[in-house]
């Protein structure tokens, strides 16, 4: 009985970066009754594959990011496909920056998610412009970016204190 709990156990330590970043996912797409909320919403995905690239690079598999980004489209009504892209690019990106950054000091994670968020918001304005065949307005994309930039902190000490009970 203890090695079933244990084979549990296990998975479910696994399974849980992913479980988070669909559950954050869920709460991006609950409707607010709000005018404008969407324009304003932090793009939590973001922040999610960050963090896990960075502490836990195995957690969010390639494959998984894939998955996601079709769900994220099929919920956001976004191009099918874009957001798997951009996932899978900012996967690769915090996974070079995991070889290069320095992990106890905040400023430079915090930096780094910062340039790596902005590309992710680059690319998804530009992928939107080529999918309307128009140039998108950038003012929408720069809010979300910002309101993401600060919803880093926050999560990374959530992120910080189910790690820490998971190690316990």
Not at 12 to 27: D, E, G, R, V, Y
Not at 76 to 85: A, I, K, Q, R, V
Not at 112 to 126: D, I, K, R, T
Request: overall charge positive; aromatic content about 18%.
């Amino acid at each position: 009985m203890k090695r079933l709990y244990e084979k549990i156990e296990t998975i479910s330590i696994k399974i849980t970066p992913a479980m988070i970043t669909l559950l954050l996912l869920l709460f991006s797409c609950v409707p607010i009754p709000l005018a404008g909320i969407k324009q304003i919403m932090p793009e939590f995905s973001y922040i999610c594959i960050y963090y896990c690239g960075l502490f836990y690079p195995a957690s969010l598999p390639y494959i998984f990011l894939f998955a996601f980004g079709i769900t994220q489209d099929s919920l956001n009504d976004t191009p099918l496909g874009m957001s798997s892209f951009i996932n899978i690019c900012l996967a690769f990106l915090a996974a070079y920056k995991r070889k290069i950054i320095d992990k106890n000091s905040f400023i430079a994670i915090w930096s780094g998610f910062c340039l790596v968020a902005a590309v992710g918001f680059v690319l998804e304005w530009l992928l939107s412009s080529l999918y309307y065949g128009r140039f998108l307005a950038a003012d929408a994309a720069f809010i979300r970016f910002i309101a993401t930039f600060f919803a880093y902190p926050l999560l990374h000490a959530l992120f910080d204190y189910i790690g820490r009970l998971i190690n316990e």
